[in-house]
């Protein structure tokens, strides 16, 4: 479904207002909904001078630490052919790292900034010079700043670790991994480690004039899983609809849903929290609507991702400035949100049948839930989210929740000598036809005078 003109132009002016108001000297974004690009724009020039070459959404932006999400994915990739563990730790898979401070931390633990491991290296400002080998790295001896999994501590550090056991198990360098592994495969031909033309070269503006101040460019050398990665709005926004589900075969939708939980709350003290992150991607809960995705920033660059989890809408955006930008990404969320949403008809599905027997209500003690069939063939036990509804997804065995309390629950189905549903033992709790129903094996007994 088209984007209505009156919302484009709308987008359009967004989209100017930040560049000129945020002192921006180029400025590009897209959005994507039902897993494609569906608008998109750039506004200023790559030179910030009036005469320059204009941006586009095809011009490359460095898009900073939005590369750990490809060496994240990547991870978790080799974890699901069952290379390693997530609960690993780092120096059975680099044996180097036996003697390092961090050698105890987990692979779950450096994806998800839980490690506890120096934010930064020890020498001089990474972004901003040329990065040393993995064995420099090692050599400046990273240490610890928390104990591993006390608290959420951000660790450029992690992704240059993260990155050495990619390149490691897959006998490449984590470049060539994820180039032939990710991009090659989503089509994302212009997305490199080091910028193609058109590129967008770094620019800090200062804060109280008018002026330009060139921020360099360089190859990170072992940091650059950190940020390395340049890319275009169209490239990014592919990206972005691999969030939303459609992976294309490259990572199970299990994975990614588990890759999007979050795990490690990033506390701002005095402040209701929400942002997080899970196994490489941030969280963000926003008035209850989940988004994933992350944030990027390198000297000269800002970028963003970001995806509603629930309805796939989502953003991309790229800025040639070292800070400045504003809330634009949600604001041209916000905008899109006001575009009518396609309407799926309804259509039958025999298949359901199967689980017909399994519909209806059934008690817990005294309360009363409702199990019904949901059209993705899950079954919905009340409302997931209040007392303690889930869903619930089939498996070989059974089902198993999805949500709040029974999640990773199973469910069986016990039946009578018919072979009629007689109750349901979702995790050891008993679902009866009828409250406290003594055909349905109530523990604890149901007693001899019943309802009285």
Not at 124 to 129: D, L, N
Not at 180 to 196: D, F, H, I, M, Q
Request: proline share 7%; net charge negative.
């Amino acid at each position: 479904m088209p984007i209505d003109p009156t919302t484009a132009r709308k987008l359009d002016l967004r989209l100017a207002t930040e560049q000129s108001q945020s002192r921006l000297p180029s400025v590009a974004a897209g959005l994507v909904r039902h897993g494609e690009l569906v608008w998109s724009g750039a506004v200023g020039t790559l030179s910030g001078r009036a005469d320059g070459e204009p941006s586009s959404t095809d011009t490359q932006y460095r898009m900073g630490s939005i590369t750990k999400t490809f060496v994240a994915v990547e991870v978790m990739r080799l974890r699901d052919e069952g290379r390693f563990e997530l609960n690993d730790r780092i120096d059975s898979l680099l044996p180097e790292t036996a003697d390092a401070e961090f050698a105890a931390v987990t692979v779950a633990q450096l994806l998800s900034h839980s490690s506890g491991l120096q934010a930064e290296t020890s020498g001089p400002w990474w972004e901003r010079v040329e990065g040393g080998s993995w064995g420099d790295l090692l050599a400046s001896r990273p240490t610890l700043r928390f104990r591993p999994g006390a608290r959420f501590h951000y660790s450029n550090t992690g992704y240059a670790v993260l990155g050495e056991l990619v390149g490691r198990l897959r006998g490449a360098s984590w470049q060539e991994v994820v180039t032939a592994n990710l991009l090659e495969p989503l089509g994302l031909s212009r997305t490199t480690t080091r910028p193609v033309a058109p590129s967008a070269p770094g620019w800090g503006v200062h804060p109280m004039a008018d002026l330009l101040h060139v921020e360099p460019e360089h190859d990170a050398g072992a940091m650059a899983p950190a940020g390395q990665l340049w890319s275009t709005v169209e490239d990014l926004a592919r990206w972005a609809t691999f969030l939303a589900g459609d992976t294309a075969g490259l990572l199970e939708p299990a994975t990614l849903e588990e890759m999007c939980l979050p795990l490690v709350v990033n506390d701002t003290p005095e402040q209701a929290w929400t942002g997080a992150h899970g196994l490489g991607w941030q969280v963000w809960n926003v008035d209850g609507a989940r988004f994933a995705g992350h944030g990027g920033s390198m000297p000269g660059f800002l970028a963003g991702l970001r995806v509603n989890l629930a309805t796939g809408d989502g953003f991309v955006l790229f800025a040639n400035a070292t800070s400045g930008m504003g809330p634009l990404g949600l604001d041209l969320l916000e905008l899109l949100a006001a575009e009518p949403r396609e309407v799926k008809p309804w259509h039958a599905d025999a298949e359901q049948s199967a689980a017909l027997e399994l519909v209806g209500d059934w008690y817990w003690g005294t309360t009363g839930y409702d199990l019904r069939l949901a059209p993705d063939g899950h079954l919905l036990l009340g409302e997931p989210g209040k007392l303690r509804g889930t869903r619930l997804r089939p498996t070989e065995t059974g089902w198993v929740g999805l949500d709040g309390y029974f999640e990773g629950e199973p469910l069986t189905v016990v039946r009578d000598a018919d072979g009629r549903p007689g109750h349901l033992d979702l995790g050891s709790f008993r679902l009866s036809r009828t409250p406290y129903d003594p055909a349905a094996d109530i523990p604890g007994d149901v007693h001899p005078d019943g309802w009285h």
